[in-house]
């Protein structure tokens, strides 16, 4: 909160921002779904730019792990996937089940993944574009070949929805990934605790976090870290708003658990003009981070369960 001057500002918005989240208690699925919660932005998209989302997630993640084209399918072939929050079409659990994955799960705090006629018609524009023996094998992601509307396939690719965001799967999973869901889960600790329960000895892990505010700022891009911590809660709690937590959280929680970090890698930084304009207003978590932590507003993080050998096989 910013103090003196935009007093009546703020207290409107928290008084706003309380309300809206009562709502979104009552009924989580429902205002998140209003509120269009999914990586891809809140413009108007077409079928085409969806897919073409969906593409570019998916080559993203191959290139943080440094596998050409040519080995995705090697990699992936026989393996055991889990995302994290797909948003509204798991559209990349698609493509991994169309490049050699067994199965992909798909876990959320929220029920987005809905069969709508612009929905199928994405799923249908990325069957489209495949070929051969990729677009058999994501044919079979859904309950009749080929055809989206007849629901998913759970040996391909299996949807679980949980209040706490949790899979509370147990070592069966060999890849782990998600794209701006990390900064939205309610516990971050319990998140990286479910992933160390889910993996393989081994196992791999690669998420793209997303720092920024995601339109709760006001002034500064950063001054969404002035309210304080049990304000913001009260305001965002039932929403699956950002946690707030920076870099540094990450690098803690990866410690405690024992992870193997192989990159954390800045997507985008904040000048330090920005961070000198808004540290004498931070809130009681932030206020001690360094200017090279607070300046991180995004990062790929990709780390190992445990024996990391230089190579991800
Ligand atoms: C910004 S969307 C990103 C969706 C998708 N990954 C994409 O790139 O379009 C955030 C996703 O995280 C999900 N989410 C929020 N809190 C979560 C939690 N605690 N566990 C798992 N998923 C969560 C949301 O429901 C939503 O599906």
Known sequence: MMPGKYFFDDTRRFIHAMLSNQIAKVSPTLYSRLTKKTGRGFS???????????????????????????????????????????????????????????????????????????????????????????????????????????????????YLIKPSGLSKLNGEIDF????????HVNDLDATFDDMAQALQ?????????????????????????????????????????????RVNTYRDTLHRIGFETVLMQPTQLIDKSIINEVRPSLARPFKSLSDVDLSWLGFWLLCRKTNYENTIQ
């Not at 782990?176 to 900064?183: G, K, N, P």
């Not at 505010?213 to 309210?227: E, K």
């Open 201 to 245: 000895p081994n196992g791999i892990v690669l998420h793209q976090v997303d720092l920024r505010s995601h339109g709760l700022h006001r002034r500064n891009p950063l001054d969404f870290l002035t309210w304080p911590t049990v304000l913001w809660s009260w305001m965002h709690s039932n929403k699956g708003a950002p946690n707030r937590w």
């Open 176 to 183: 782990i990934f998600s794209r701006a869901v990390l900064e």
């Open 44 to 158: 108007a998209e077409s079928t085409q730019q969806a897919a073409d989302y969906f593409q570019t997630c998916f080559n993203d993640y191959f290139v943080i792990l440094g596998i050409p084209e040519n080995e995705v399918e090697n990699f992936l072939s026989g393996k055991q996937l889990l995302e994290y929050g797909p948003g509204d079409i798991p559209g990349v659990a698609l493509l991994m089940i169309a490049h050699g994955a067994e199965r992909v799960t798909c876990v959320d705090r929220f029920e987005l993944v809905t069969m709508s006629q612009k929905n199928e018609g994405i799923l249908l524009e990325l069957l489209g574009r495949l070929e051969g023996e990729a677009r058999a094998r994501a044919s079979h992601c859904f309950l009749k070949p080929g055809q989206p509307g007849s629901g998913f396939n759970p040996d391909r690719i299996r």
